[in-house]
Every structure is written in C-alpha cells, then in structure tokens.
C-alpha cells in the first residue's frame, strides 16, 4: 500500500510541476505576446495636429500618411518605439558611453571610450541652439517614442532579462544615435593616426612612401581614368621590424578576412543610358549585421510647403531624427556610402613639470577644463571619469603620449536637420545644396533625378584643411609646434567638391579615393579601401550599357566574381611548383583545389576561393606580425591594416619584383616565404580535423546575424538569430559579405518611378521575435532576390487623432 501511495502521490507530483511548467511558459509566451507592436485600431494624442495613417503590408513595411510633416514625426516614433526600441537604447547608449548600465563591467572599456567625448553634453548644447522648428520636430518624434513604448502591454522582452526598465527617449537621444553612426563610421580613425604613427617613427621616409603610397593601380576615382603618380621605388633597406617571426600569432588572426571588408557601394546612372530616361540610383551600405537590421524600411506621405502630395520611400534610422536616411521622392533619389574623409586630427600635447595641470597645443599653453562624468555600472559602485578637455579637444593618452582628440564630432555643426530637405527636393541641384550642409557624418552621395541627371558631393561636416601643398600628411598624429596645422573650422557648403553629369554617363563609389585632382586634398585620407570593389563595381556599371533598366542596375551590387584575389590565386599557384610541392601531399592537395576549385568567384562551394584568400591574409600576418604587435600596445583596434588599406598592392609589388633586401629573416626565398604562407593556411583551414578539400568559401563564410541579448544569454540563439547561410561575396568585391557585416540593405530605384524600384535587407522590420516580420526578407537577401521597394498592399491600418 505504501509504495502504491508513493507511486500516485509522484504521478501527481510530475503532473504538478508538468502543469506548473506549462503555466510558466504560458506566462512567459503571453508576456512576450503582450509586447508586441498595436497593428490595428485607433491611438489619440493632443500632440496632433490633425489625422494620421499607418498602414503596413504583409512585410510589416509602413505607409505613414498625414497632412504635416511633424505629424509624421510623432507616428514615426510611435512605430519605431513599438517595434525597434533596444536597439535604439543601445545605440544612445553607446554614443553617450551608458551600455555598462545594462551589461555591466563588461562594457566599461567602451563607456570610458565614448565618455571621453561627451556627447550628452553636447547634445543638450546643440538642442538649445536649434530654432524652435527644428527642436520641435525631435521633440515631437521622443513624444512618439514613449508614447509608443507606454502602449505596449508589456516592456519590451529585452529589458525583463536585462532586469534594467526602460528608460525614457528623449529629444537629445536622437542626437545620441547619429553621434553612434559617427563612431560606426569615423571611429577607425584615431587608431588609425595612432599606427601611422608608429610607422612613422619606425621607418625612414623612403620606407614610409613605399609601405604607405597614396595611391595605387586599383584606384577608380571619378574625375580620372585612375591615379598617374608614380610608385615609390623600393628602398634599399627594410624596416627592423619587417618579418619578425617572435610577434606571429600562432594561429591566424580570428576574422582577419573582414577587417578590411569596409562598407558601401553606391552608383548612379544617367537618363543618356537608361531605357526610362529618368536617372537610375542604387545602394548597399556595408555595415555590421544583427537583429533587428539597423534600418526600417517605410514610405511617407504628406503635402508639402506648395501643398503638392509628395511620397517619400526609403530607409530610416530608428532612433535618429525621423527622416528617409537613404530613398526616393518622385523627382530626386539620393544614396550614401562611407567616404572616408579625414576628419579628426590627433595633436601631441607637450607638458612641462614646472607648469603643472598646463599641457601646449599648438596655440600655446592652456590650462584644460575638466568635467566629472559618472558611469553607471549594473552590479557594482558607479565609476567617476575625469575627462579633460582642450581649445582641439578631449585629451586621451596613448604610448605614453598625451593627445587632443580634434575631431569635426565634436562641432556645433556636427549634427542638424538638413536632411529633411532632401526629402522635397525637386531637382538634382537642390539635393547636392541640400546635402553638402546636412549634418551627418561625412559620406559619398550619389543623387538622380527624374529629368536624368546624376552627380556626386560629400555630404556632411567636412574639416577646412589650411594648407593643401602639405598633401595627406594630416593623416598622421601631429606635433604641438603647429608645424602641421590642424583644421580650424568647417568647410562651407558651397565649397564641397562636385562631380555631375559625367561624359561616361554613371558614377561609381566604394569607399576608394574619390577624387585624382587637387579637389582631393579638401577631402584627405581617413582609411580609403584599396580600390578593387570601386573599380571592379564601375566596369560592371558600364557593361550595363545603354537603356538599362532597374533589374539590371540591381544586380550588379551581386556581383562575387574574385577579380582582385584571381592575381593571388596565380602567385600561390606558381610558388607550388614541382620543388614546392615535393614531399609535401598537402601542399600538393592545396595546388590541387586551386585549380580544379575555382570558379573566378567568392562562391560557398569554392575551397580554391577560400584557399587563395587565406593565403593573402597569412602573408600580411607573417610579414606585418612584428609592427602589429607594437602598433596594437596603443590601441587594441590599430593595426597596419587600418593604417593603409594599400598593403596588399605594396605586398603583391614585393612578391612579383623579389628585391633581396625585403626578403624577410629567416627565409632562403621568396618562394620560401609564401610556401610558409601556404602551410600557415593548410594548419589554420584544416584545425578542425576536416580535410583540405572540405574547407570551402561557404564553411568560412557563414552567417552569424543574431540579436545583441543572444551574446549575453547564448541559451537564447536559437530563438534570436537569423539561419547560420553559407554566404557567397567577400571584400574586395561588390558583393561584400562576411558572418556578421555585409550589404545592410540592397535599394535601386528610378526617381519618379518608385513602382519599379527594388530592394532588400537581411532582417525583418520587428526587432521582436514573434513578430511574423522578425526574419522577413531574410532569404531574398541571402539569395540576392529583390523585392519591390513600394510598400504592398494594406494588411493593417492604425489611426491617430487628437
């Protein structure tokens, strides 16, 4: 009796905790349902104007139609809380150097990082300087934030594991998240001074011109067939440090393939070539990929000053002011890519113990202001930061070495809302005005019209340089004696370089050197790419030939053939020769797949792909190891690779002319040298166990896009990640595709013609797992499928009203 009485009361209490557990999931999937986005039904606010309608398609993707533009503002931010609000905390976080709040310790090397640049405080400077209008405008888009996020039924699911409630948006956080892209695409260049530096000091000027040209054979600028200076001759000696074996990693660096896999492409066809007549515009920015996509895609609605009905369609940046970053407006269609721009200047400040708390900059002896910043960190005691701050700048050390960190961020004028005037643009004129005196970080714009017309500026905040006969040496830390001036205030609009309405009818650019002629020393060097995409990307415009079409311009961001890695490929193939490979099966297996697996792309299936590549990256490793171990003491992020994007061409002219004196210690030849090269790739490719043949192009290049809170809590991958594709695309071609960075959109589009446009993305429009948009369009962006850019119809509608 009694064991039959332990067996009922276990039944029961299995059943218990089975029900018990049910409940608990049950809770958990209603708290998770409750925080989903309102879809239908009616939300009123005083601060509106008049009526407005957010309706969405199947894809989630909004029209947002009303009768003022700040009404829009408000909807806007209503949807962009509802849908994508961590991701727009994590990005203020970020900028103002809060994320330790959340993730705790951590995340206090970022915050001390950010928190040197006060970008709070200057936020709250630049909202008190705007006019009434354009203050509104944020305002009433942080008014739809919250509103937004207090209708949920539930906190969004992210702050119930991070334990943390959601904080307030505010009309200065919006500034906050384009200080973010700032540091996402300036962020490379303070240590990126910090190892020309070192170079500098570690070779002699010949060394110094040859390891480091400003130019090479790739480069595709848009005023010049190419680049004619000559190269630099090779010296007679290397420096000390060249091919040191002791700082060599003793496997190959994890994801050296994609540090220099910089971002964007973007093109523009003239009306001479298109069969419309209107121009045709497209972009793909290269940014790092995670859930949700940095972008939410929407089409706005609204009159505009003359009273015509305008439609705006693109992309917008949740939690930036409420503008299309990149789109179409009927007449005009504009498009971004990272120009790299050199705006900021490190300056060496001199100190003298007799002039204590005094440091010299290059207009004399100041004595630095300082500001007690507080860091708050989940766990622990907050942490005090001292920042000091110079007439150029915050103060960070480095090597010892104290410098003014002068960069155009930190300007009054850094940030504004110039933008929204490209959004009721007319002509092509209009929008480059438009765009030169827009407040964003330096980029390449690419705009067409209806009428068929195209041209290129730089868009936003650009340094005055003050002497352009000193060429590009602003690019490296400079002395405090002023020898090398730093820029002292911004470039003029009207001033921005322009290329419009080119004989060739299309522009091209990739994040190379724009520009061949004197115009390019407004614009200096702040890491330009290599060149190949740039050059490789503009032949395959131009192969379009005349009345091309949207589908056509759209698939040559697709293209993943290995023009730049074919000439590495045949330098590995003639080390493997007949003495190279005897006695070694492996080197023999490694020539083999060479040759028989390789189809002249960056294809999934291909291990001749990934092995001629690999290759690349163990010669920079065996040649640069000693430098980077130096370099790296300064910055964790600098390297030679961030100092000049150029080390291959410099290191393919080594390896085709062989002079003795580079020939690194160590080695009999350099065949020796890349025969180590090839077995250096061999133990990195096969250091799971699986055979030469097995290590394809698809196994290294597999996508790894998940959501933040997934590295936090890896329980949660499975539910928070997109599916582990196997991507084809690589740097170095237009289809640029790593594990976690790659095309963060794909848009093409004929202004006035937006029923044709196309476009795609590698997330869904909900940062919210489930929600049905969470992954949409993820396949057709692994796949290179285009879908329209015009929203579809009308699955649900949400109305606003006072």
Known sequence: MARRAWLIWGRRTLLLLAALLVLALLGVWLFLRASLAQLDGKVTSPLLSSAVTVTRDASGVPTISGARRLDLAYATGYVHGQERFFQMDLLRRSAAGELAELFGPKALPLDRAHRLHRFRARAADILAHMTLDQRQFVERYAAGVNDGVNALGARPFEYALTGAPPRPWTAADSLLVVWAMYFDLQGNQEPRELARGWLARHTTAEQRAFLMPEASSWDAPLDAPGLAAAPAPVPAT????????????????????????????????????????????SDDMHLGLQLPNIWYRLALRFPDAAGAQRRVVGVSLPGAPPLVIVGSNGHVAWSFTNSYADTLDLVRLDTDASRAGQVRTPAGWETPAEHLETILVKGQPAERLVVRETSLGPIREAGGALYAVHWVAHSPQALNLEHLKLETATTLDEALAAAAADGIPAQNILAGDDRGNIGWTVAGA????????????????????????????????????????????????????????????????GGFDLGARARQLGEGVRKLGDKTDVPAAFRAALDDRALYVEGWRERALAALDERGVAGHPARAEFRRLLKESWDGHASTASSGYRLAQQFRWSLYELVFAGANAEIEKLDPKASVLGATSRWGAVLARLLDERPAAWLPPGYASWQDLQLAAIDRTILDVTKDGSPLAQATWGKRNTAAIAHPISMALPFLKRWLSAPPDQLPGDANMPRVAGPKFGQSERLTVSPGREEEGLFDMPGGQSGHPLSPWFLRGHEDWVKGRPTPLLPGPTEHTLVFSR
């Open 238 to 281: 290397a420096p000390g440090w060249w091919g040191r074996k002791d700082a060599l990693p003793p496997t190959q660096v994890a994801g050296i393939g994609f540090t220099d896999a910089v971002g964007s492409n973007n093109y523009a066809v003239a009306g001479t070539r298109t069969a419309s007549g209107a121009a045709i515009v």
């Open 462 to 525: 650009l340094p005055q340089r003050g002497d352009a006969a000193r060429g590009l040496a602003v690019s490296f830390p400079l002395d405090a004696d002023g020898a090398v001036p730093s820029w002292q205030a911004l470039l003029a609009p009207g001033e921005h370089p322009r290329v419009v309405n080119p004989a060739g009818g299309q522009l091209v650019t990739a994040n190379s050197r724009q520009l061949a002629g004197a115009e390019a020393q407004l614009l200096g060097d």
